[in-house]
């Protein structure tokens, strides 16, 4: 098969981030007057159960009536995330949070040699774009093919959706697509859509299981440079 189309997951694949998914929640419920510190094992703790269970948690808090549930948990998914690109977007442009390794210089090769990248991440697509753009600049972002974000699909990963609908836009058939991932529900996303998966863990999900991953590598940049040949090859060999 060919190699015509990169897709990224953007959470912990190109940035460490879930650690300011932590911290932009300690932070709403200082802005709510909520007396609560999630710390690093509070936070893995509620990371394994999916589905908005965080913000169900902060609205039991609150004592308000069920009936206000659904316009209350937008209004705070809405000012956590505010906070969290906040939180990332200024940390980037201080220099005191980098792309992780190697992926600057994968996206660079990929993109010389003429192959779309496109981005596929669970994040709304607003603050996807101001988080690309504080880490790549207005350039790097604007080249890329696709970003499909939450609200583009009605099935979160480990649904393949919104992979399929990355490489529809594209117009390259899932078969000729790598994927890069950095979580377990995030590499069956990408498997189930029929792509080839790359697994860089990061922190938070060092312990998933990524025994079905097409490639696993803790750095890309460790122990050798993963370049666009080994992309290629993903595709050729399995
Ligand atoms: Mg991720």
Not at 48 to 52: D, H, I, L
Not at 62 to 67: A, D, I, Q, R, V
Not at 218 to 222: A, C, E, F, G, V
């Given at each position: 098969m060919p190699f015509s189309l990169l897709i990224s997951d953007l959470d912990?694949?190109?940035?460490?981030t879930e650690d300011y998914h932590r911290r932009a929640y300690n932070l709403l419920f200082k802005k709510l007057d909520i007396s609560v510190v999630w710390t690093k094992q509070d936070y893995i703790d509620r990371l394994?159960?999916?589905?908005?269970s965080k913000l169900r948690e902060v609205f039991s808090w609150?004592?308000?009536?069920?009936?206000q549930y659904f316009k209350v948990r937008n209004d705070l998914y809405q000012q956590k995330t505010n906070l969290y690109v906040e939180l990332i977007t200024t940390d980037l442009n201080h220099g005191n949070l980098s792309l992780r390794p190697g992926i600057r210089r994968l996206f660079g090769e990929v993109k010389d040699a003429g192959i779309p990248i496109a981005i596929g991440s669970a994040c709304e697509k607003a603050a996807a774009k101001d988080v690309l753009r504080a880490a790549f600049g207005d350039d790097l972002t604007e080249s890329f093919a696709a970003i499909c974000a939450?609200?583009?699909?009605s099935r979160k990963k480990p649904d393949p959706s919104i992979y399929l609908l990355a490489a529809e836009h594209v117009g390259v058939?899932?078969?000729?697509c790598v994927v890069i991932e950095d979580t377990g529900h995030g590499m069956r996303a990408a498997l189930g859509a029929g792509m080839k998966c790359l697994v860089t863990p990061s922190e938070y999900a060092?312990?998933?299981?990524?025994?079905?991953?097409t490639c696993e590598r803790?750095?890309?940049?460790?122990p050798s440079p993963l370049g666009l040949s080994d992309l290629k090859l993903m595709l050729e060999n399995h």
């Open positions: 912990g694949t190109i940035l460490e394994g159960v999916m589905g908005g609150m004592n308000l009536p069920e009936t939450g609200e583009d699909v058939p899932p078969s000729e060092l312990d998933h299981d990524f025994s079905k991953a803790i750095s890309l940049d460790d």
